[in-house]
Structures are given as C-alpha cells and as structure tokens.
C-alpha cells in the first residue's frame, strides 16, 4: 500500500483531506426537496464505494504493509471491532449533528458539536499516540475553535430573525460533539499493534460500520426526525430523481476521499492522529468557505458580520500554520 514518505506529502493529504470534509455537503445543495435521511442512503452507498476504489488505487500501491485485498483478508478481529466501533460512532454523531443543526441553526450546533469534538478529538488522540509539539498544537486547536465561534457569531448577525436557542437543539449539539470526537481514538486503535489493519483496509471497515448503523440508526430517524418534520417512507427514495441519487453517492465519495487520506496521513512519520485530525477539522472553515465566496450567503449580510468572518479567516489560517508545523518542532 502507498504510505506517504515525507511530511510535505502526508501534510498534502490532510489538506486535501479538510477540503473533501468540508466540500462534500455542497452535494446536499444540489439536490433541494431530497430530504436528508434519503439523501444519507446515497451517502452511505459512496462511502463504501469510495473506500473500495482508494484501496484499490493507492492501497494496492507502493512497498509498504501488505496490498488491500491481502490486508483486509489477514485482519485480526479485534482491530477490525474498532475500526467498525469508530464507524457507528461517527455515524450517530454526523446524523445527531444534522438534526441539531435543523433545529438550534448553524450558529448553535456548530460551534458546540464541532468545537467540543474537535478538542476532545485531538486530546484523546495526543494521549493515545503523542507525535508533535504540544504547545504549538494545542495553541493551534484553540485558534481554530476561536474561529469556529467567529464563524457561528458572523451566521447569527446575518440572520434578520434569529432563531431561539433550542435545549433540545444545544443538548443534541452536545451529544454529537462528544461522539464525533470519539470516533478517531477507535480509528486510531484499529491501526495500532500487531496484525493491524492498514488506512485503506481501516477505512472499509469503517465504512461498514456507517452503513451497518445507519440501517438501524436513519431508518429510525426517517420514522421518528428529531426535527419535528413529517415521517419519511422509504417509497420516496425509490421516486426521488436519478441526479440526486448520483449527488448523494458523489457526495459519500468525497468523505470517504477526506477520510483515507487523513487516515493514511496519520501514519505517516511524525504526523500522527492528533494533527492530522486537527487539520481534518478545520473542514468547517471550508465550508464557511463556499458560503461566502460560492454560495454568497453574506451577500446581504449586515457589516459586523463581514468582518467577523475576516477575523474568522484570520483565527483559522494562524491555528492550522501552528498545528502543521507542529510535528517540525
């Protein structure tokens, strides 16, 4: 399998890795009526696929480990439970984060899920395999959930009616954010010790996992949404438009991108899984991103806002320089 072999390199895929993460929901944009729990079976379908093709491509290259195929098939069980624990994680936290988000706004979820996860995440991280400069890192992670906040702050002052604070909506974003920084220690653990499982093989069967959750986990949503909308039948899935099907599986394929390299990324040499979780996160920012520039969503934003987002970006670019240079020092 291919294993970066310089830090240029591995800090390339986790660059590449924060801009699929925050990318891939630009897919749910493009498919307006498609109601989210139809949208995620889609979703789940290009997480599988995407983690086949990479472990195909790149995982059946290069001279380090054992190739793909070899490798999920000399996988030892206990690495694999975690590797699957970290996928139902995740799932049950990426679905929670979205109803939270449906409920308290983006203003709300966002800054608690994302922010909350992204420390506990690279704390737990740190503790189970410590790879670069902790001051230099952790200084870096609380730039980046400064600008997180920024970014939430600039979203509220945009809205004309802002919405109530839900303590349904803030308890989910709470939820969802301690889950979601759970999930990358598992990832961790599944590709640590003997008989372990590489990125690429990991990365399946985290996908497996996700699609094994989300049987259980949206098809209750679908009957009962957390948003308080009506019920969801499955038949409207069947109906729904050949585009949007195409988008969701396009849109697991980009996760699924972020997710193997980040992976790949965090074994490489001196990275390791706090920092390159840490960049993952700054996903947020990408997707502040595209609103602003793409999507014009601060067109009429009031100016208070504009320039919360400029001391967003500023917050952002000077946490993720701290935690990339991190492993140097």
Same mark, same amino acid.
Request: net charge positive; hydrophobic share 55%; with cysteine.
């Given at each position: 399998m291919y294993q970066p072999e310089t830090y240029a390199i591995a800090l390339s895929f986790m660059v590449v890795s924060m801009l699929c993460w925050g990318s891939w929901a630009n897919t749910v944009k493009l498919c307006p009526g498609y109601r989210f729990q139809l949208f995620y079976w889609d979703y789940v379908i290009g997480l599988i696929l995407g983690s086949v093709l990479w472990g195909v491509l790149l995982g059946s290259a290069g001279e380090t480990g054992r190739p793909f195929l070899s490798d999920l098939a000399h996988s030892d069980g206990q690495h694999i439970v975690f590797a699957v624990l970290g996928g139902i994680i995740f799932n049950v936290a990426n679905l929670l984060l979205v109803a939270a988000i449906d409920i308290a706004g983006l203003a709300v979820a966002f800054p608690i899920g994302i922010g909350l996860a992204l420390v506990i995440g690279a704390v737990s991280s740190y503790l189970i395999s410590p790879a670069g400069n902790p001051a230099m890192l952790f200084s870096g992670i609380a730039l980046v959930v400064t600008a997180i906040v920024l970014d939430a702050a600039a979203y509220r002052l945009r809205e004309a009616t802002q919405q109530k604070m839900s303590r349904r909506g803030v308890i989910l974003s709470l939820i969802a954010g301690l889950l979601m920084g759970c999930f990358y220690p598992f990832v961790s653990k599944a590709m640590s010790g003997q008989d372990a499982p590489?990125?690429?093989?990991?990365? @399946? @069967? @985290?996908?497996?996992? !996700?699609?094994?959750?989300?049987? !259980?986990?949206?098809?209750?949503?679908?009957?009962?949404p957390l948003d308080g909308k009506t019920p969801v039948a499955i038949s409207a899935y069947a109906s729904a438009q050949a585009r949007w099907h195409m988008w969701g599986i396009v849109g697991g394929v980009i996760w699924c991108t972020g997710a193997v390299l980040n992976f790949v990324a965090s074994r490489a040499h001196v990275v390791g899984p706090a920092v390159s979780y840490s960049i993952g996160q700054g996903a947020t920012m990408i997707s502040a991103c595209w609103g602003v520039f793409i999507w014009k969503e601060f067109a009429t934003a009031p100016a208070r806002s504009k320039t919360l987002l400029a001391w967003m970006f500023v917050f952002f670019i000077c946490g993720l320089t701290a935690v990339a240079l991190a492993p140097l020092f």
């Open positions: 590489g990125p690429y093989a990991t990365s @399946f @069967f @985290f996908a497996l996992g !996700v699609a094994a959750c989300s049987l !259980v986990a949206n098809t209750l949503l679908m009957r009962h």
